[in-house]
């Protein structure tokens, strides 16, 4: 039994996101494509002679809110680490260590993921021998993307979330992913999505998405990308619409709002990093969006 465990927390997109009714306990019912990439926090489990469960923050965490981050019960990976702890009934200390980079309210399941991934490293430092249905049966009370972020991949999400549907992998492309520097109340969006005319919402092609993730046509992926709650955020942050627009101007295939927002990423065709004609300047696009009064973060990275 070791003393040690790390594991890596990966961020998601939302390669196509549809709600399609609501639940009597107020959950939306949603069919989402789901995409893994590969911007990722790094979570440290180590035993411990002090009882509990201490969260502790790596110094070289990368994102710029980070002081605003809880560490405590209000933390879904501590929540998530004394959930498998007590489940096991095991009373050992635990100090997790989170090395945080995925930007924190921007609609990539940052804390669904380092709560996944908690669930695993717990799991594994203590030689539970639970299995993913088992972890995911305890993470979906903690967050409907958790049994995702515990699968990981390309996948088909329902119900709440937590139906989940492996799909071929996306065929091999690269994502450039933008977080202007404000985030959004997700709780608002599904409210005012809510409050919309249902006949005025434009419902993304989900099957036909899946149809081309079948078949292995990107350009049928990139064609199809939607999220109904778009609209809905764009009308309060229209910077959403400009940040599109900077991509559009650097080629991508498509791009989209993931999540409730407000990132936005663009897709490209594979060998982009490694083609000097093609690869984004990312410092000229970062000051093109500051001068549009829209300072962000922006990454470059591939599925997962």
């Not at 804390?111 to 799991?123: E, R, Y």
């Not at 778009?230 to 101007?249: G, M, S, W």
């Not at 409730?260 to 970062?286: H, K, W």
């Amino acid at each position: 039994m070791g003393d040690r465990v790390e594991r890596k927390a990966y961020a998601k997109v939302n390669l196509g996101l549809d709600i399609i009714g609501r639940r009597d306990d107020g959950y939306h019912l949603v069919r989402m494509v789901m995409q893994q990439v590969g911007l990722y926090d790094v979570l440290t489990f180590e035993r411990s002679e002090e009882p509990g469960v201490r969260l502790q923050l790596a110094e070289d965490c990368t994102i710029p809110d980070i002081a605003d981050m809880p560490l405590d019960d209000r933390n879904l990976i501590v929540r998530a680490a004394k959930a498998v702890l007590e489940k096991h009934g095991i009373t050992a200390g635990l100090t997790i260590t989170l090395e945080k980079h995925i930007p924190m309210a921007a609609g990539m399941a940052g804390g669904s993921t380092d709560c996944a991934a908690a669930l695993k490293g717990v799991a594994e430092l203590f030689e539970t021998g639970s299995t993913e249905e088992e972890l995911a049966e305890l993470g979906v009370r903690l967050g409907a993307d958790v049994p995702y972020c515990l699968m990981g991949g390309t996948a088909l999400a329902e119900g709440i979330g937590e139906e989940l549907t492996r799909l071929p992998e996306l065929p091999d492309c690269e994502f450039i992913i933008i977080k202007p520097s404000f985030g959004v109340s997700t709780k608002e969006v599904y409210t005012a999505y809510d409050s919309q005319d249902p006949d005025a919402v434009e419902h993304p092609d989900i099957d036909g998405m899946v149809q081309a993730l079948q078949e292995g046509s990107l350009e049928g992926v990139t064609s199809r990308l939607g999220n109904v709650l778009e609209p809905v955020t764009v009308a309060n942050h229209p910077e959403i619409r400009t940040i599109e627009a900077c991509l559009k101007e650097i080629g991508v295939m498509s791009t989209i709002m993931t999540g409730s927002g407000p990132t936005v990423f663009g897709i490209l065709p594979a060998g982009t990093e490694d083609d000097s004609d093609v690869v984004p300047d990312i410092p000229a696009l970062q000051e093109k969006l500051a001068s549009e009064g829209i300072p962000a973060m922006i990454f470059l990275t591939t599925q997962k």
